[in-house]
């Protein structure tokens, strides 16, 4: 037969049929009125998947990088400071970018597998006087997830605008926006929101917009830009035609679908599911006395798990034989220990028969190399787990 590979990486992700074939149409003039109540539709549904009723939803053709370019651009002006709080790769580029624009910044890493304790926050938000910080929900180098609601409560004693790196938690981890305060979510569409790669989104709070529209000097970047792009936002959501650069129009359709099914599942119900699955999936891991990245359970993310190489097998391998049977997982990510683990995804329309299907392939590949363990295993304590 085929090429039906199991694409089990933390994104791009496997995509409902439904999603890809929203996608397989001509393509339409992106003023076309059917156009505009579709992008329309997107961006009021983002506001419920975010759990925001008063922020400002962008869809802009990019990866997430070009979210966090737009965050970034849009509100730093040269000389601002930053704080970044990182817990593995993805803290990095947001230095980087943060950079870019002319921000002084600090970073609070984390230890590999760790959070940056509160407190260490709270001491530094104290000495210094921040304009934003930015975290990583869930750092995909890692699988470590960080509890986005007691930053923000402190960023917000400190009067420090936040910027959530969603990119990886998005519609798969709780994310209250509104409720948390927090100014911008960001993401990229190839992840828990279930669209192929190529959509920047975000949402920004009023605040932010006010922060951005009281600027002294002008944004430091063209095509990120919120001069450009607001009014092509507002005028999607009015149902009015309007340009600045050609949407990427089968996309958006795709992302309506999607975003769709997601309000059709709910979000609180969507978050639930990636929550069982990611449990019974650790369960399975440890029941093959593999160790995960993440140094603690409650900061384990939802939507992807890391795991250590057992001593002696050769990862590459390992991985290889897995493609060989069908399921796709990622290598590591953080240059440090890249070699010493491997990512797997389990976000979006992600289901039960796909983790076991991982297990199933795993078990496989760690027999092939004589790796000593009960066959079976780890399919039986993800089963007893889900029950
Ligand atoms: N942040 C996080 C947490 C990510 O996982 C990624 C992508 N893996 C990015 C940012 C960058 O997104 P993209 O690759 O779509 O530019």
């Given at each position: ?67 966090m370019?737009?965050?970034a651009?849009?509100l730093i002006?040269?000389?601002d400071?930053a704080?970044v ?9 947001f230095k980087d970018i943060l950079e870019t624009y002319g921000a002084e910044t ?26 934003l910080?930015t ?253």
């Amino acid at each position: 037969m085929k090429s039906r590979k199991l694409l089990m990486i933390p994104g791009p992700i496997e995509f409902e049929p439904d999603v890809l074939q929203a996608m397989a149409v001509p393509t339409t003039s992106h003023v076309a009125p059917n156009f505009i109540d579709v992008f329309g539709n997107a961006l009021d549904m983002m506001k419920e998947v975010w759990k925001s009723t008063s922020g400002q939803p962008f869809i802009v053709a990019g990866s997430g990088t070009l979210a966090m370019d737009m965050a970034a651009s849009n509100l730093i002006e040269k000389g601002d400071s930053a704080l970044v709080i990182s817990t593995g790769y993805f803290g990095a580029r947001f230095k980087d970018i943060l950079e870019t624009y002319g921000a002084e910044t600090t970073v609070l890493s984390a230890p590999i597998g760790e959070v940056v304790p509160l407190d260490i926050i709270e001491e530094t938000l104290k000495e210094g006087s921040y304009k934003l910080l930015t975290f990583t929900h869930v750092d995909t180098s890692t699988g470590v997830m960080v509890a986005p609601e007691a930053i923000c409560k402190l960023a917000q004693k400190y009067g420090v605008l936040t910027i959530l790196d969603g990119v990886c938690s998005v519609a798969g981890e709780e994310i209250l926006q509104e409720k948390w305060g927090v100014d911008v979510v960001l993401t990229g569409s190839q992840k828990a929101i279930g669209v192929p790669p190529g959509l920047a989104l975000l949402v920004a709070s009023q605040k932010a917009l006010e922060v951005w529209k009281n600027r002294k000097t002008p944004v430091g970047n063209y095509y990120a830009s919120w001069n450009n792009w607001l009014p092509i936002m507002i005028a999607y959501q009015e149902e009015r035609p309007s340009y600045f650069g050609t949407p990427p129009v089968n996309l958006i359709l795709a992302l309506e679908k999607s975003l769709g099914i997601i309000c059709d599942e709910g979000i609180g119900g969507r978050v639930q599911r990636h929550k069982r699955l990611a449990r019974a999936f650790r369960a399975a891991i440890t029941s093959l006395n593999l160790s995960i990245l993440p140094t603690e359970d409650v900061i384990a993310a939802h939507t992807l798990t890391a795991v250590y190489y057992p001593e002696n097998i050769d990862g590459a391998l390992l991985r290889a034989h897995m493609v060989a049977d069908d399921v796709i997982v990622a290598g590591g990510l953080l240059s440090e220990i890249k070699t010493t683990y491997f990512r797997v995804g389990h976000m979006g329309s992600v289901s039960s028969n796909d983790l076991l299907a991982v297990l199933g392939a795993l078990e496989r590949a760690l027999q092939s190399q004589n790796y000593p363990f009960e066959m079976g295993v780890s399919l039986r304590t993800f089963q007893d787990s889900l029950i």
